[in-house]
């Protein structure tokens, strides 16, 4: 079965500096798809990056960028230049395409605060 | 991607009663997802909704405490039934926007049980 583990369960850093957020599953499937999600107070999940497992080069969206490393199953989360609105529960979440239909499953989640 | 509304936004029942949610999407979606997010917790899903056909529910969850509805390919509903205070969580719907762009997720509705 497939698991994700966040080990880090809160986390802080000083505004406009970098942080790093630490992801890793099992799987033996070769094929699947791992995904960042931002959840502010709002409640609201928000898609923060995408990779695909097919793709060696490491995605990146604006300050958003992981390093995906297939063969240790890591993928870890940098924010770069962090801002006061990147203060939410980040979730690490791996997806596969298994009898018709996706597949999510979610990391425990890390609490990030981006302190003034 | 998909818009998805979702009411109420919270709501505080008494125990033994039961609550509807609501999920309206701005495009047709195959699939519908509702999970549960309790207090401090990470999200698990509830069960997955079909348009025409009945809900496939996820291991610890049946139908009998949460009915899902699917009437079209645009709404869905999710009944919490005979409430308890261990149900107070956040509940959210979601839908399938392909592999490459993941969930998208409604802004989910906080369920107080007193």
């Known amino acids: 079965a497939q698991t994700v583990t966040q080990s880090q369960p809160e986390m802080s850093v000083q505004e406009a500096e970098t942080v790093t957020l630490s992801c890793t599953y099992d799987?033996?499937?070769?094929?699947?798809?791992l995904f960042w999600y931002k959840q502010p107070p709002s409640r609201q999940m928000i898609l923060v990056i995408r990779?695909?497992?097919?793709?060696?080069q490491n995605a990146t969206e604006n300050r958003f960028s992981v390093n995906f490393q297939k063969a240790a199953k890591s993928f870890s989360l940098k924010i770069s230049d962090s801002q006061l609105g990147d203060t939410a529960m980040y979730f690490c979440?791996?997806?596969?395409?298994?009898?018709?239909?996706?597949?999510?499953?979610f990391g425990t989640g890390t609490r990030l605060k981006v302190l003034a | 991607s998909a818009v998805i509304s979702q009411k109420p936004s919270r709501d505080i029942c008494q125990r033994g009663t039961s609550l509807t949610i609501q999920c309206q999407v701005d495009?047709?979606?195959?699939?519908m997802f509702w999970y549960r997010q309790q207090p401090g917790q990470s999200l698990t899903l509830i069960a997955t909704?079909?348009?025409?056909?009945?809900?496939?529910?996820e291991s610890g969850f049946v139908i009998d405490k949460f009915p899902i509805s699917r009437p079209n390919l645009t709404f869905s509903t999710l009944t919490v039934s005979n409430m308890s205070p261990e149900d107070s969580s956040i509940y959210l719907c979601?839908?399938?926007?392909?592999?490459?762009?993941?969930?998208?997720f409604g802004s989910g509705t906080r369920l107080t049980v007193v």
């Open positions: 979601s839908v399938a926007q392909g592999a490459r762009y993941g969930y998208t």
């Open positions: 909704a079909n348009q025409g056909s009945e809900a496939t529910y």
């Open positions: 799987t033996s499937e070769n094929n699947y798809y």
């Open positions: 990779q695909e497992a097919y793709k060696q």
């Open positions: 495009s047709q979606v195959t699939m």
């Open positions: 979440a791996f997806m596969k395409f298994t009898s018709g239909t996706y597949k999510y499953i």
